[in-house]
């Protein structure tokens, strides 16, 4: 089975730096996503780590310690508009079908 | 725009009766997961198909059911609705081997 925990809410100032932690438990583990998802709809991709290490994509990087079953995602340069829920996702076995299995969400608040 | 065609949208119906939600993948995924969404919760997986056979099976109630035609497009079956089966199901695509899921937009079913 799997289990995801991230933190409920986090609350930041417009320019400042946020970091989203996820710690997850897996049988077998085949990916990690961070998706955004805003009130009402739907979830969009922001980033995948399948090895050790960071990937940075503009504003937005991701980490990942398989070791530890550890996770985070950065926001930088925060802005009114990146207040949204963020979604830690572990993806399953090719076996289990690749299927997502996500977390609670993070829900940012980003402040003037 | 995912490319994830969900029909309909809204949906308001009644306890007892049964629904059909339709989602149309992007062209050339051939993978369709289909995500329980209620108010200020998380993600819950459904069911996944792959070219028409049922791949992986989540918390999905046995009121409910699905299938995959062979034009690929998927339909969620609702039945003995609930006022507790309000909420935004989303059906996600991806290709083969998988990378991120693309989500459609969500059919927000309310049930009175």
């Known amino acids: 089975g799997q289990n995801i925990d991230q933190p409920t809410e986090m609350t930041a100032t417009e320019g400042a730096i946020v970091q989203i932690n996820c710690t997850y438990q897996t049988s077998g583990f085949n990916g990690l996503f961070w998706y955004q998802q805003h009130a009402g709809e739907a979830p969009t991709f922001l980033s995948y780590n399948v090895l050790d290490g960071l990937e940075e994509k503009g504003r937005f990087s991701s980490f990942l310690s398989r070791s530890k079953g550890y996770s985070y995602l950065l926001l930088k340069e925060l802005q009114m508009k990146d207040s949204a829920s963020y979604l830690c996702?572990?993806?399953?076995?090719?076996?289990?079908?690749?299927?997502?299995?996500f977390g609670g969400g993070t829900r940012v608040l980003v402040k003037p | 725009d995912s490319g994830v065609t969900q029909t309909p949208k809204h949906l308001i119906t009644a306890t007892g009766q049964r629904v059909t939600l339709r989602c149309s993948p992007r062209s050339g995924d051939l993978s369709v997961y289909w995500y329980q969404q209620s108010l200020d919760q998380g993600l819950q997986f459904l069911i996944q198909?792959?070219?028409?056979?049922?791949?992986a099976k989540g918390n999905i109630l046995e009121r409910f059911s699905a299938q995959q035609f062979p034009d690929l497009h998927s339909e969620l079956n609702l039945s003995s609705l609930e006022l507790g089966d309000s909420a935004l199901y989303f059906c996600?695509?991806?290709?083969?081997?998988?990378?991120?899921?693309?989500f459609g937009e969500g059919s927000r079913l309310t049930v009175l």
């Open positions: 996702a572990l993806r399953a076995s090719e076996a289990a079908g690749n299927k997502l299995t």
């Open positions: 198909y792959y070219n028409g056979e049922e791949r």
């Open positions: 996600a695509s991806s290709v083969v081997p998988p990378g991120e899921l693309f």
